[in-house]
């Protein structure tokens, strides 16, 4: 840390005076320190030019990351100014505009990948087995429970229609292309690896059937199972949102995006009740308040 000792006064003040954990301050300014050699000066002495500079280099990938840095920045600053230990004891961070449309210019696009459906699909058919398109197509879909390893045990059984059924009684609702990936998924008999190596799977009735010499089912081990799977993926085919949370972030802001084309509105408009109602109860997003939408979705649009 860039001038340890005060850094690590203001450390004892959040835990002591503040009775708050010190955790995000501490990686904070371990981040910093680089950005507060170059300038040779301390974080609290920063001018509203430096601020601007030194917020891009965080590369956040959202704008809620981006304000919780803002924040730890803001409060050290003004424990420094009460201090009197700043050079001109005026905090430069109260000097940022904390609209999104403002903060925007700082996050990393590159990170904040969001895929609209025309690519997932196009991604998914380079992959071989069937049970890995399905996965990825439901992550995006909002075809998961609260547990989203429970996707591979459900039962292929359970799937009525386009409504797919799993263990603790909630029902989604499937596109016509994952309904037909769920019925040939449930039919592999072995799973291609990247090497070409086939490994023979159990036939169970599941949508998703696993290896046979696979130990546990529990629902920590499946979120587990299923992490891994995408990391796998996302390393071989050099696909970098093949994650849980970004599939179903990306899922959402593509209902977002048809809402807005098809009803010609604005991305400050498409957060109005009236069309969050519209966004597929898939994704349980109807009792979220318009702020807490925005904040998470806005820069996607």
């Known amino acids: 840390m860039y001038n340890e000792e005060r850094k690590k006064e203001y450390l004892r003040h959040v835990v002591e005076d503040l009775g708050q954990t010190p955790q995000s301050a501490k990686a904070l300014f371990n981040k910093t320190k680089d950005y507060e050699d170059l300038l040779n000066k301390d974080l609290c002495d920063f001018t509203f030019s430096e601020i601007d500079k ?13 304000r919780k840095n803002i924040s730890v920045l ?6 420094c100014c009460s201090c009197n230990i700043s050079i001109d004891n005026i905090n430069h961070y109260d000097e940022i505009n904390m609209e999104i449309e403002s903060l925007q210019k700082y996050l990393n696009k590159e990170r904040s990948v969001c895929p609209s459906r025309e690519q997932v699909l196009k991604d998914i058919s380079k992959i071989r087995n069937c049970s890995d398109k399905f996965l990825i197509l439901a992550l995006f879909e909002g075809v998961r429970t609260e547990a989203p390893g429970e996707l591979l ?19 989604k609702i499937l596109s016509r292309t ?23 799977l159990g036939m169970k009735g599941n949508i998703v059937n696993s290896r046979n010499n696979t130990r546990s089912d529990s629902l920590e081990a499946l979120n587990i199972r299923l992490t891994n799977r995408l990391i ?15 599939l179903y972030t990306a899922g959402i802001v593509e209902q977002f995006r048809e809402i807005m084309k098809k009803y010609n509105i604005s991305k400050e408009d498409v957060f109005e009740s009236q069309y969050v109602e519209m966004v597929s109860s898939n994704y349980n997003i109807s009792s979220y308040g318009k702020g807490a939408l925005k904040n998470k979705f806005y820069n996607y649009l």
């Open 74 to 79: 803001r409060k050290y600053a003004d424990w």
């Open 153 to 171: 045990r459900a039962k292929i059984s359970k799937l009525n229609g386009n409504i797919l059924t799993f263990e603790n009684g909630e029902e």
């Open 232 to 246: 796998t993926l996302r390393k071989e085919l050099n696909i970098p949102y093949l994650t849980i949370p970004r």
């Open 178 to 200: 994952l309904v037909d990936l769920a019925k040939t998924s449930s039919q592999e008999e072995e799973y291609i690896s990247a090497t070409g190596t086939a490994s023979l």
């Open 54 to 66: 030194l917020l891009s280099t965080f590369a956040a990938s959202s704008i809620n990351a981006l």
